[in-house]
């Protein structure tokens, strides 16, 4: 069986609403867990296939469940997801990213070696571990929260929230721009 962890990448991040889709996969379990309905209230959903469903009602449990709230503001969230507009914003968000992405790179080509990612999960590939830290420290010191991941942990990881506005959005890419621009100059910030 196939187990299937959209936990991060699921629920449109990636511009389909499972990260799976494009793999034309079926998998036998799918988790997702995270604020479904877009208000920020953790709800954990746990999809099993029918034929391999073998719980009664109310045998599963687990964390993140029975919140009301949560259930109203998931169904609504789902209904919208339904109409194929969120699906386009998405779209649209992700293709500004990568452009301000892929301007960053051309930028410093000697230092970045491009941009990995899909959707609204995006990520921007340093030469070495310790650019992609000092990049971190520079995108914190001016408002941005961005991860690394890789193995040496050398890619800085964009997960954006999908509501992002154009505005927000660009002015995040620029707050990177600028941390790129500082951490690969050896400038501080005044």
């Not at 699921?10 to 609403?17: E, N």
């Not at 996969?25 to 995270?34: A, M, R």
């Not at 479904?36 to 954990?44: D, H, K, Y």
């Not at 892929?102 to 990520?123: C, K, N, S, T, Y």
Request: net charge negative; hydrophobic share 45%; glycine share 12%.
């Amino acid at each position: 069986m196939l187990i299937v962890d959209d936990i991060q990448v699921g629920c449109g991040g990636t511009g389909r609403f499972f990260s799976f889709e494009r793999a034309r996969i079926t998998p036998g379990t799918v988790c997702l867990s995270k604020a479904i309905g877009g208000i920020g209230l953790p709800f954990a959903i746990v999809l099993i296939r029918p034929d391999l469903d073998c719980w009664n009602p109310g045998e599963h449990v687990g964390t993140f469940r029975g919140s009301n709230l949560a259930f109203a503001a998931g169904a609504a969230a789902l209904d919208y997801w339904r109409t194929g507009e969120f699906e386009q914003v998405i779209e649209a968000r992700a293709l500004q990213m990568r452009r301000a992405l892929d301007h960053i790179v051309e930028r410093h080509p000697a230092e970045l070696i491009g941009v990995r990612g899909i959707g609204m999960i995006q990520g921007l590939h340093c030469r070495s571990p310790r650019l992609a830290r000092r990049i971190l420290d520079c995108a914190f010191a001016g408002g941005m929260i961005m991860e690394t991941s890789g193995a040496p942990r050398h890619v800085l990881k964009l997960l954006p929230p999908l509501v992002i506005e154009e505005a927000e959005l660009d002015e995040g890419m620029s707050i990177l721009a600028a941390a790129v621009d500082e951490a690969i100059s050896g400038t501080d910030r005044p």
